[in-house]
């Protein structure tokens, strides 16, 4: 390779490990696990009793937060945060960016005597007030009155992040602007839980129930992530600024051999996966898998599922944390959707179900779930929400990312739809037959052939990874999340278009019934076969990377919105935005200024790509490949002096590459001139969106083609990128 890629292998292959490696013999994970969270427990502790009471009425029963104890809890939560050294503390908040945002302010006070006391206030708990100037905000507040507002969420708990020179007190809070409106993606999470609470509460007393406590969703993300040596990170200006590759023939070895799927976890990545989850440990994160993943590098780790609130601000960490602990072992966390093209992308998996103390998991079919109703209901709300708002779903996973995974034949397609497993779209057709099921496909036993090992009970429904919302034994998974997204867009809409189902059933029960509880089974039958004629064409177990079911989603009318320019316009059509506002989740004002800065993201993003591509094309590759043109004319021109003959088929193939590198080059420049770059913001967001879908991206895809094919010509010692094999092989 050339010389910058040569130091970057050396320096790959002299990578030492970090003595001393961390050990679990002196403190057992079960000790440090969530040392580092002002939890119920340490609450428990630290506060008068009749105030703690009152925070966990607010924490477990949505009551609403009683201010007057704000100053008690502060100085515990305080004294708290010193004990572990903390001297700052730092309202964190979820800008509409994705990312998490921090201000960090200082206990310290003076005390008008030239020294300084620690403080911390009920009103510094409850109420931040960071610069909201530069966050987006989509037309909500003026850059005049740039002011916004954090406000404490007391039902994620606030934590201690360590650095190595201190550690900071951080407090989960919710961002709004000035005048009222969200700016921030956990606002909505919060108001959709509760209207999901709101409406389940009412399903379940329809169904006989008396004790309901509070019915929260429950989240349990899967997140895939790539690990590359941070040499090769830093010798490609392309994973640094846009966190993919632009550009990278495929390797003469990809992931064809499966090999990599579960395979043995190299050393170096294991070690750091351990101290990722000491890390995840510490801030009571509960991550319980971790594996390979399907491409080569390619790994996953997942948390045990908890209040959807308090996972999606886990997330959030977790990626950080990823990130921040792979530089320690000399490698780079990437968490695009597709870092490397013609290998897998990375997804996030949002298993969700909804649940609470007394009544458990609302989708867990039991063993006959032919005979429960109450599962079958819910079930019910779920397949209606998802063929009545598809297109919402696939809306609130569309970006410039996720756009290269989808339908890409290795992610779900745009279609969305349900897989349901053998068992249970058994008994929904026999709902739809005859409005009662009479039986439930048992789920039977799997006999391995080898006496010694253990019968294995068989899963009611086998896996089917090519669905985008599959129901998994007792919840659904939502696999077309991209890995790099927040996941609270995918929450909201979930959470918002299951209550508005929910509702709908209840709302038709209590009519049937008009209160006597014997006219229940027989009109939840009636329901249900109407659910299921109406909307039961979302329902869908085949191969959903076959080119059949696109047709046959066409002929059944499932929308197939195939890039996010399509998809976006869904997040605010006038149906949307009243259901929004019917259950408070979002007004239509936040609805639209939300879709306006998805736009302008989308065209943030692409901009970046496509000036990268151009300047690396101009400047990294153009005097590469024109070198090795001057090397090879040379060459022949020597054997030309001394009577031998010159074939100079390779060298017309060169230039004539490098004669087309140049003219697309020219090309994409002046197309990405009038896509609204800049640093100025994007004027017209939408219209914009679609120019640099139809006129910026074919001009990528064409100079990345004439590049790709050009690495396969060009002399591998002046190859100036490190190579797809090299990134994804040499660790
Ligand atoms: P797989 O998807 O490979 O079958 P698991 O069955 O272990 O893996 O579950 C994947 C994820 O689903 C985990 O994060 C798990 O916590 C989550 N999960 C399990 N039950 C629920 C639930 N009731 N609500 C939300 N997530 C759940
Ligand atoms: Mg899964």
């Not at 510094?124 to 954090?150: C, N, V």
């Not at 009412?202 to 790539?226: N, S, W």
């Not at 068992?423 to 037959?433: C, G």
């Amino acid at each position: 390779g050339s010389q910058a890629r040569q130091q970057a292998i050396s320096a790959v292959l002299n990578y030492k490990p970090i003595s001393p490696p961390l050990n679990f013999d002196e403190t057992p994970a079960a000790d440090i696990y969530g040392c580092n969270v002002f939890s119920i427990t340490e609450m428990e502790k630290r506060l008068p009793k009749q105030v703690f009471k009152s925070v966990k009425r607010t924490i477990e029963r949505g009551e609403p937060l009683d201010n007057s104890i704000a100053d008690v809890v502060a100085a515990a939560m305080m004294d708290w945060a010193i004990s572990k050294g903390a001297t700052h503390y730092a309202h964190v908040f979820y800008p509409l960016t994705g990312i998490t945002a921090e201000k960090h302010d200082s206990f310290l006070s003076p005390d008008g005597k030239g020294g300084a006391i620690a403080e911390f206030s009920g009103a510094q708990l409850i109420q931040g007030e960071p610069d909201a100037s530069s966050f987006p905000s989509g037309g909500l507040r003026s850059t005049f009155e740039a002011r916004g507002y954090t406000a404490w969420d007391v039902t994620s708990p606030a934590y201690i992040l360590e650095n190595p020179n201190g550690t900071t007190l951080c407090i989960p809070t919710a961002f709004v602007s000035w005048t009222g409106p969200a700016l921030d993606k956990k606002t909505p999470v919060l108001r959709s839980m509760k209207a999901l609470n709101t409406q389940a509460q009412r399903l379940l007393k329809l169904l006989g129930h008396k004790d309901i406590p509070m019915v929260t969703a429950t989240c349990g993300p899967e997140q895939e992530y790539f690990l590359i040596d941070r040499n090769f990170f830093f010798a490609r200006p392309d994973l640094v600024n846009a966190g993919r590759t632009l550009f990278g023939a495929k390797p003469p070895k990809g992931q064809e051999f499966s090999d990599q799927y579960f395979g043995a976890i190299p050393e170096r990545v294991l070690a750091y996966m351990l101290e990722c989850e000491r890390e995840f440990y510490k801030l009571g994160i509960p991550v319980k898998t971790r594996h390979n993943e399907v491409a080569p590098s390619q790994y996953e780790v997942a948390p045990i599922y908890e209040n959807a609130n308090v996972a999606a601000d886990h997330q959030q960490l977790l990626m950080m944390i990823l990130k921040n602990v792979a530089s320690k072992y000399g490698m780079s966390c990437l968490l695009h959707e597709k870092p490397f093209a013609g290998v897998n992308g990375s997804g996030k998996h949002l298993n969700w179900s909804l649940g609470n103390s007394a009544q458990g998991n609302l989708l867990d079919p039991g063993e006959t779930p032919h005979q429960n109703m109450q599962f079958l209901l819910f079930c019910g709300a779920v397949i209606r929400a998802v063929h009545l708002h598809s297109t919402l779903l696939r809306a609130v996973i569309a970006h410039a990312g996720n756009d290269h995974r989808l339908g890409a034949n290795e992610a779900p397609p745009a279609i969305i739809s349900i897989f349901l497993g053998d068992m249970l779209a058994d008994v929904f057709e026999q709902i739809k037959k005859s409005g009662a099921p009479t039986s439930s496909k048992g789920k039977g036993t799997l006999t391995v052939g080898v006496d010694t090992l253990p019968q294995l009970p068989k899963d009611a429904g086998d896996r089917n990874r090519t669905s985008p919302f599959a129901f998994t034994g007792n919840k659904f998974e939502f696999r077309a999340v991209g890995s790099n997204q927040s996941l609270s867009g995918p929450l909201v809409a979930l959470n918002t278009i299951v209550a508005e189902s929910i509702d709908y059933i209840a709302t038709e029960l209590e009519k049937a019934t008009g209160g006597d509880p014997a006219k229940l089974a027989p009109a939840a039958q009636t329901l249900l076969k109407s659910i299921v004629e109406k909307h039961g064409v979302v329902i869908f177990n085949g191969d959903g990377y076959s080119e059949a079911w696109h047709q046959e989603a066409e002929k059944r009318g499932l929308p197939n919105l195939k890039q996010t320019v399509d998809a976006l316009e869904y997040i605010a059509t006038p149906e949307n935005i009243a259901m929004f506002e019917k259950y408070a989740v979002l007004t239509k004002e936040e609805v639209v200024s939300r879709q306006e800065i998805y736009y302008e993201q989308y065209c943030l993003t692409i901009n970046v790509e496509a000036n990268l591509m151009a300047e690396i094309a101009k400047t990294v590759i153009y005097p590469a490949s024109t070198r090795y043109v001057g090397e090879l004319a040379s060459s022949g021109a020597s054997l030309k002096a001394v009577g031998v003959e010159f074939d100079a088929t390779l060298l017309n193939k060169v230039v004539a590459l490098n004669k087309s590198l140049v003219a697309t080059v020219a090309k994409l420049e002046e197309a990405a001139s009038h896509g609204g770059g800049g640093g100025h913001g994007v004027a017209n967001p939408k219209e914009t969106a679609f120019y640099l879908k139809n006129s910026v991206i074919p001009l990528m895809v064409e100079l990345r083609g004439i590049v790709d094919e050009l690495e396969t010509y060009v002399a591998d010692d002046h190859w100036p990128l490190p190579t797809y094999q090299e990134m994804l092989f040499i660790k």
